[in-house]
C-alpha cells in the first residue's frame, strides 16, 4: 500500500496572496468605518445636550420656576465656562440638582457655545436665545452639529460642516 504523502497547508505564495488581498480591503475599509465612530460620536454627544436641554424646558414649566443649564467641571455646580466638553448640570432656581452630565469624550472644545448657561423661564422660554456647537476633534465634512436655543425655548439641530 503507498501512502499519500501531500501535506496539507499553504504555500508562502498562497498566504502572501491572501495577506496582500486582505490590506487591500481594510485600505478601503477602515477610514470609512473611522469616519462612521466621529459621525455617531457627534451624534451622541448632540443627542445628549438635547436631552438635558428638553428636561430644564420641561422642569421649569412643571415646576412653574426657573431651571438653569450650565457647563460644570465637578458635576454639582456650574462652572461658568463657555467650553461645555466638561459636562453639565440641570440645576432649579432654589439650587436643587435636577441631573448632572459627565464629561464628554474627545476633550476640550468637542461641545461649546457664545454661553456658560442657559437658563429657562417658568413658561419654557430662555433669557437669551443661543447656539452650542459641537465639533470633534476630527471632524470632517458635515459631522459638525449646532444645537440652537431661540427665544421661546424651542430646540433645532443643524448639520454644519467642520
Given at each position: 500500500m503507498v501512502k499519500d504523502e501531500r501535506q496539507k497547508g499553504f504555500t508562502l505564495l498562497e498566504l502572501m496572496f491572501t495577506i496582500?488581498?486582505?490590506?487591500?480591503?481594510?485600505?478601503?475599509?477602515?477610514p470609512g468605518f473611522l469616519s462612521l465612530i466621529d459621525n455617531n460620536r457627534a451624534v451622541t454627544h448632540t443627542n445628549d445636550l438635547v436631552t438635558a436641554l428638553?428636561?430644564?424646558?420641561?422642569?421649569?414649566?412643571r415646576r412653574s420656576t426657573r431651571v438653569l443649564l450650565c457647563s460644570s467641571a465637578n458635576g454639582s455646580t456650574c462652572s461658568g465656562s463657555d467650553d461645555w466638553s466638561t459636562g453639565w448640570v440641570a440645576r432649579t432656581q432654589g439650587g436643587e440638582l435636577l441631573r448632572s452630565w459627565p464629561e464628554r469624550s474627545g476633550g476640550a472644545g468637542v461641545l461649546e457655545g457664545d454661553v456658560s448657561q442657559v437658563e429657562f423661564l417658568a413658561r419654557g422660554s430662555v433669557t437669551a436665545g443661543t447656539v452650542l456647537r459641537v465639533r470633534l476633534p476630527e471632524c470632517t465634512g458635515?459631522?459638525?452639529r449646532d444645537v440652537a436655543i431661540n427665544g421661546a425655548g424651542r430646540i433645532s439641530v443643524?448639520?454644519?460642516?467642520?
Open positions: 496582500t488581498v486582505a490590506a487591500i480591503i481594510l485600505s478601503f475599509g477602515v428638553n428636561l430644564a424646558r420641561s422642569e421649569a414649566t458635515n459631522q459638525g443643524t448639520r454644519v460642516g467642520c
